[in-house]
């Protein structure tokens, strides 16, 4: 069973509303609009917009599809996409713990590394094989120059 990008990130907000709770952490401060980690927070959830809005105009740009199991029509190489292989993922990830400092959710910044875990073990390589067959050695010329993460 293929779970979407979206329902791993679904299955890791759940977990932390719970685990919030059953048992809150005392490690983040209150959130309140006027808390520095409530801006700070705030800013970096915009950043992580921010870099899913730039990858999407990218894919949009080139006429292929932003949907993680559908066949991919280009391979997009250029903008952020020449930062990191899965700009989205990225910045789904800086949004989420952006959107956990600024709420003060202390579970949901613990449960976002098992979040990357799953989009790492689960989905990339899965996207990974299909570009793969899609455009063979322009793909692994890309994926040997590109890191698969921000790095």
């Known amino acids: 069973m293929r779970i979407p990008p979206d329902g791993y990130a679904a299955l890791a907000i759940g977990a932390a509303l719970l685990l919030e709770w ?8 209150e959130a309140g609009f006027t808390q520095p980690t409530t801006i700070i927070g705030a800013l970096v959830a915009i950043a992580g917009l921010a870099l899913e809005i730039l990858a999407a105009r990218a894919l949009a740009r080139a006429a292929t599809s932003a949907r993680p199991f559908a066949a991919p029509d280009a391979l997009v190489t250029a903008g952020v996409f020449s930062l990191s292989r899965n700009p989205f993922y990225c910045g789904i990830i800086v949004l989420l713990a952006g959107i956990a400092v600024a709420l003060s959710l202390d579970w949901a910044l613990l449960t976002l590394p098992l979040f990357w875990l799953a989009l790492d073990r689960r989905v990339v390589p899965d996207e990974e094989r299909r570009l793969e067959e899609a455009f063979g050695d322009t793909y692994r010329a890309y994926a040997a120059r590109t890191p698969r993460w921000i790095g």
């Open 22 to 29: 059953l048992a809150p952490l005392p490690f983040l401060p």
